[in-house]
């Protein structure tokens, strides 16, 4: 692999902004190779010129890397004739929105003829560097603003632990290093050795009286007790308390070491970046380049700066000892979990499952056929009552490839969703994972079609075989006790994660909202066929006849009601999360949102009431809230959701940044929003009747559609949401700290 993918592969995706620019450097060489070659064509060199220009690549080669493993005061040699630049280090008072030093390169060969290119070069690779150095000095600057509170918040940890576990003990005399009895991690790790006695005597407990709680489990109640309340809950010295602010405090370190991995991988890569784009210089120009150039970068902030290698250090030591037990392989397991691997079984049972996939519907299709099945009498009594248990099924396999193809497309365009779902390391599913899983359920759902796939009934007993009808409930009630099995089976961490988000939107609003909530509340907006679909299971296997495939459901009111409850509940949880973060946020935005998915809900009930009970009033009412939702939801779905019709950007009526290199897709994408969300509505306003396809071929038709449409819109919202954290250069999710102030406002 070349080093210019090879560098943009192993690139923060949120900090590609901060890094150098490799691509564009190599560029500009690329204009000083191209003018060479044209000089070397006019005027033909001598014939001893071929063996010196040999020789000064030969010497730059071994020179090109010297900058990075000798020292030097200098950052130039004057006694080498080749010299070719001169680097200098700026002051502040002479670059003043400058933060910390600024490099400047004096290019001393400009007078040659076609030395504009290289002036261009040394230009831009002074910006470049003067980026990095910038952006990785304030990233510093930060992790040791954290260290302090990580500081804080282990005194604190410390004297709770204490309190708990030796309630007789008697708190000696603050530590000098602090007034509140700190413990930095510097004094933690001289600690290791010493007895738990002598540690206990470095501790003062006098800290717990000026600290309040904040690990307390988000529940209902505990939000209601917020809202009244107002404030943080005070120490009950309990040892779910420490529990629970040990999990909290192991978790900021985890996060916290992940940070120092990344910075230290941040310096490592664009010091190499720096070393091959001088190399590539001096072997285009054949000078001498390097050598000066790489003296700066290794006496450099970015070369000579230890903090974050002893921050690193400190924290592994302090992590090892009070969160995996003095086991160091561990601790660093838990510090540094493994890069998940491709599993080459998965990809085996993936093509497998395919496979039987297409021979079961090409079975389902002879079949159908050799039993003229469609001119069957019974072909309408199986439209009505069996083939929408079985779409069921076929929603959330296509559902799910619809996500495994935003999986795949998020992984080619570097798009961080693990990051921004908030996936445990390594434990993300990709798109094999996941076709894996719909290719599966697809076998099991054709193969009880194939043995469900009888239209007529028994003439002497004027039913159908109850073993057979009752196989779409169990193939329901499989994928129940696999979703909710509790052993490590089937993805257990997945499915759980799952769970968690969708107890938070049946919660909503007394849980704090994040990314993953309500955006598995927009996917099921677009699933209310199915929801839908649930509740006729109900009734169809509760109150109907399913013997003999009859049911009354469309003639109960009170399934009528449930059927506008089911459709409205989806949207009902966005709109309640919509406060939430509005409540907290103070963002009219997010008000403007719950509006849309309040005029959705208005839309859903005038439009099923009409559906039900036809009249012209109801009529106007459903055809004008539905319009107004219609054009609420597209705006929001193109400006908000895509970040997309700009009129003043850099991409007309798109964005700034664009991941796609064909702007073309996203005004295909705009255009089947608008069509895919215009087809949806026929479903809701029951518009099905055709002359050649039954009523539920129809309903599963728009759905599909409507799942699409949404599979589309979960792309570009991704994309959205990552170019939001690479503009802010937002890498790491926050955790929240067990402790803070008696006052409440600042965390320790």
Request: hydrophobic share 40%; glycine share 4%.
């Amino acid at each position: 692999m070349k080093f210019g993918k090879e560098f943009t592969s192993q690139m923060v995706p949120e900090w590609e902004g901060a890094y150098m620019n490799y691509s564009h450097l190599k560029t500009i060489l690329k204009e000083v190779l191209i003018f060479r070659r044209w000089k070397q064509k006019q005027s033909p060199p001598s014939p001893f010129t071929p063996r010196k220009r040999n020789l000064l690549k030969k010497s730059t080669f071994y020179r090109a890397f010297s900058g990075l493993t000798n020292r030097h005061s200098n950052y130039s040699n004057n006694d080498d004739e080749d010299e070719a630049i001169l680097v200098s280090e700026m002051q502040q008072q002479e670059l003043p929105s400058a933060e910390g030093e600024s490099y400047q390169t004096l290019f001393l060969r400009s007078s040659e003829e076609g030395a504009e290119n290289e002036l261009v070069f040394f230009r831009k690779l002074d910006n470049e560097f003067n980026k990095v150095i910038h952006f990785y000095r304030g990233k510093v600057e930060e992790v040791v603003v954290e260290a302090e509170d990580l500081n804080k918040q282990m005194d604190a940890f410390i004297a709770l632990q204490i309190k708990i576990n030796d309630p007789n003990f008697q708190s000696s005399s603050p530590s000098p290093s602090s007034n509140s009895g700190s413990l930095p991690l510097e004094e933690i790790q001289e600690l290791e050795g010493r007895p738990e006695r002598d540690q206990q005597k470095r501790v003062s407990l006098e800290i717990l009286n000026h600290v309040k709680i904040n690990v307390i489990p988000e529940s209902a109640l505990s939000t209601l007790k917020n809202i009244f309340d107002g404030t943080k809950s005070d120490l009950s010295f309990s040892t779910g308390e420490l529990r629970n602010v040990q999990m909290k405090l192991k978790q900021a370190f985890v996060e916290f070491h992940r940070k120092l991995r990344l910075l230290k991988s941040y310096s490592f890569l664009n010091q190499l970046g720096f070393s091959k784009i001088m190399k590539k210089y001096d072997k285009i120009t054949s000078r001498n380049a390097s050598k000066a150039y790489l003296e700066m970068v290794e006496n450099s902030y970015l070369s000579q700066s230890d903090e974050v290698a002893k921050l690193m250090e400190r924290v592994e030591a302090a992590f090892i000892k009070h969160f995996a037990n003095a086991n160091r392989r561990q601790g660093m397991r838990d510090l540094r979990p493994r890069a998940k691997r491709d599993n080459h079984r998965v990809t085996f049972f993936v093509g497998c499952f395919f496979g039987c996939s297409i021979a079961l519907i090409v079975a389902v299709i002879l079949t159908v056929h050799a039993r003229d099945l469609l001119q069957s009498e019974g072909r309408n009594q199986y439209m009505t009552n069996i083939f929408p248990l079985y779409s069921l099924f076929a929603y959330i396999v296509l559902h799910m490839l619809m996500y495994a193809a935003n999986i795949y497309f998020w992984m080619r365009y570097r798009v961080n969703y693990a990051f921004i779902f908030g996936f445990k390391p390594s434990t993300e599913l990709g798109y094999k994972e996941i076709l894996l899983l719909s290719s599966g359920l697809s076998v099991l759902t054709l193969a009880a079609v194939i043995s469900n796939l009888e239209m007529e009934m028994d003439e002497r007993t004027k039913s159908f075989q109850a073993l057979t009808e009752l196989v779409p409930l169990s193939l329901v009630i499989v994928v129940l006790l696999i979703t909710f099995c509790p052993f490590n089976i089937i993805y257990r961490t997945n499915r759980f994660f799952l769970i968690v988000c969708l107890w938070h939107c049946v919660c909503a609003p007394f849980h704090k909202v994040n990314f993953p909530d309500f955006f598995l509340a927009d996917q099921l907006t677009s699933q209310v066929q199915l929801l839908r679909t649930l509740e006729f299971y109900v009734c169809y296997y509760g109150w109907g006849d399913f013997k003999k495939r009859e049911n009354r459901c469309d003639q109960s009111d009170v399934y009528k009601t449930f059927n506008i409850l089911i459709a409205v509940i989806p949207y009902w949880f966005r709109f309640l999360q919509c406060l939430r973060q509005w409540w907290e946020r103070k963002e009219y935005g997010q008000a403007a949102n719950g509006l849309k998915y309040l005029s959705t809900i208005v839309a859903v009930v005038t439009r099923t009431i009409y559906v039900q009970r036809p009249g012209l009033a109801i009529r106007i009412i459903a055809a004008s809230s539905s319009v107004i939702a219609t054009v609420f939801n597209t705006y929001w779905d193109m400006v908000k959701d895509w970040g997309l019709l700009c009129r003043n950007s850099n991409n007309p009526w798109l964005r700034d940044k664009l991941i796609l290199p064909n702007k073309s897709v996203y005004f295909i994408a705009m255009v089947l929003n608008v069509i895919l969300r215009l087809a949806w509505m026929q479903t809701v306003l029951d518009f099905h009747e055709t002359p050649t396809l039954h009523r539920s071929t129809v309903i599963f038709i728009f759905a599909g559609l409507e799942i699409i449409r949404r599979g589309i819109w979960n792309f570009f919202r991704l994309e959205n949401e990552h170019l939001n954290n690479v503009g802010k250069f937002r890498a790491f999710k926050s955790v929240p700290l067990p402790f803070s102030y008696e006052d409440g406002d600042k965390e320790l």
